[in-house]
Nanobody, 124 residues
Framework: QLQLVESGGGLVQPGGSLRLSCTTS????????IGWFRQAPGKEREGVSS????????VYADTVKGRFTISRDNAKNTSYLQMNRLKAEDKAVYYC?????????????????WGQGIQVTVSS
């Protein structure tokens, strides 16, 4: 079973940047679409961004378009979410997830494997 681990979260001031990483040590991520999701307190989980298995196709939520960049390095079994110009409303627990068969998308349907999540806090 694919196990994903997120890293890179923390506290940042509004306007700042963070880079989240999602990796696995057990299997190759080459065949998986990777999605990034987030869940703020009292809100439903929402899709943030997704990238195809070879990186050729990406999708972003409107709320992060132009500020966040998703990427992957299959040689390192890692996906990244570069988050710039962070806002208070970006505060959430961020999750990465793997979909073994689907195209990039922001619905959690099809993502069979999930990391445990990492906290991102944006505050002055």
């Amino acid at each position: 079973q694919l196990q994903l681990v997120e890293s890179g979260g923390g506290l940042v001031q509004p306007g700042g940047s963070l880079r989240l990483s999602c990796t696995t040590s057990q299997f190759t991520l080459d065949y998986y679409t990777i999605g990034w999701f987030r869940q703020a307190p009292g809100k439903e989980r929402e899709g943030v961004s997704s990238i195809s298995h070879n990186g050729d196709s990406v999708v972003y939520a409107d709320t992060v378009k132009g500020r966040f960049t998703i990427s992957r390095d299959n040689a390192k079994n890692t996906s990244y979410l570069q988050m710039n110009r962070l806002k208070a409303e970006d505060k959430a627990v961020y999750y990465c997830a793997g979909d073994p068969v689907g195209d990039p998308g922001l619905s959690s349907r099809g993502y069979d494997y999930w990391g445990q999540g990492i906290q991102v806090t944006v505050s002055s």
